[in-house]
């Protein structure tokens, strides 16, 4: 047998000479092992007489926990210092410089909707908004649109089911924005001097065309408001929009169900070799629809149109963009693509004004 007191010796000065926790692992498996000194010095205690078998067995049990003891502070304290050296090497350095930052850009919709809204807004138009959600009478009926016509049926409009299933009392998603004209006379007396940003949805899908798109509609109603009114203000609109001072603005008579006259509005272009230039040339090109409200309308709202007459009219906001920032498929709009939005996107305090520029 060994002598207790040197292995404790040894064994506690192993724990402390191991340098790292593989060496550390090596003691305790040497120690306290199978095989190890320890294990072995207690089977050897049969060997003894009973009087030196229990003093050993004791002595032997107080060293086995002695020696486990110290390991486990051994190991800690390896931990420890292993965390430390870690936080040491990883220390932020905070004096060095910023990493630029991507920035977001904001969405060319965004952007012509608020150009469209500084014009209009300028000329003394307020916001007016209605639900995306509409029901037959607001988006059709009151707006003079017959049963039997075309935008009616369900090859254009998103229609949702009414109770069970029926077609009475059926909802649409707006196909326009003009509903919110209805909704904005039912709302309060005469005068009315409203424009419309918002949302429209129809069952088309091209180029030109997206099941939701865009729409900004506008009211003039009072006394006094003539064709003249609608002409210039939308001539004026159009050349602030543009940014040219004399682009060809033309009327164009035509046929809308809610104004009587009707007329769609055309700017002039150039279209050489396939491609478009907005402003002097001989060409032209559609960008709003318009007329003076039909006066089934004002009645349909409970507004005398003995007293009372004017103007409205709507235009696509996609097409606006389109052509004003040359987008040439209007799908591109939805498809979130970064570097897309990057290259037709605007910086995020770029807003429009009149003075500071609406084209950039
Ligand atoms: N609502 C029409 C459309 O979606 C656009 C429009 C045309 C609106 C003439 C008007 C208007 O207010 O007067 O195609």
Not at 62 to 68: E, H, M, S, W
Not at 114 to 141: K, R
Request: a negative charge; proline letters at 6%.
């Amino acid at each position: 047998m060994e002598s207790v007191d040197k292995l404790r010796e040894e064994l506690l000065a192993a724990v402390e000479a191991a340098g790292d926790l593989d060496a550390l692992e090596q003691v305790r498996v040497a120690a306290l092992g199978k095989k190890g000194r320890i294990t072995d010095q207690m089977k050897g205690l049969g060997a003894l007489d009973p009087d030196q078998r229990r003093a050993t067995g004791q002595a032997l049990n107080t060293l086995k926990d002695a020696v486990a003891e110290a390991l486990d502070a051994r190991k800690a304290a390896m931990e420890g210092a292993a965390l430390d050296a870690r936080l040491g090497e990883e220390r932020i350095d905070v004096t060095l410089p910023v990493r630029p930052e991507e920035t977001g850009r904001i969405h060319p919709i965004s952007q012509v909707i608020e150009e469209i809204v500084t014009v209009l807004g300028d000329m003394g138009f307020g916001i007016a908004e209605g639900p995306d959600v509409e029901d037959d009478w607001h988006n059709f009926t009151a707006l003079n649109i017959p049963a039997d016509h075309p935008a009616r049926q369900d090859h254009d409009t998103f229609y949702l089911p009414g109770p069970d299933g029926a077609d009475a009392g059926r909802l649409v998603l707006r196909t326009h924005t003009s509903p919110v004209q209805i909704r904005t006379m039912q709302a309060g007396p005469p005068p009315y001097r409203v424009i419309v940003p918002g949302r429209t949805y129809r069952c088309d899908y091209d180029a030109t065309h997206s099941p939701m798109f865009h729409q900004v509609e506008g009211l003039l109603v009072d006394e006094k408001t003539h064709m003249g009114h609608l002409k210039g203000c939308l001539e004026d609109f159009c050349r602030a929009f543009f940014g040219i001072d004399d682009l060809p603005v033309r009327f164009r008579p035509s046929y809308f169900p809610f104004t009587e006259p009707s007329a769609e509005v055309d700017i002039g272009c150039t279209r050489e070799g396939g491609e478009l230039k907005i402003g002097r040339g001989g060409d032209w090109l559609e960008v709003l629809g318009a007329g003076m409200v039909n006066p089934n309308v004002l009645r349909n709202c409970g507004v005398d149109p003995e007293k009372y007459q004017g103007f409205a009219f709507g235009m696509g906001v996609e097409r606006m963009a389109m052509l004003k920032y040359g987008v040439p498929d209007l799908r591109t709009f939805y498809e979130s693509d970064l570097r897309w939005l990057r290259h037709y996107g605007f910086a995020s305090l770029d807003m429009p004004t009149l003075t500071g520029g609406l084209n950039r």
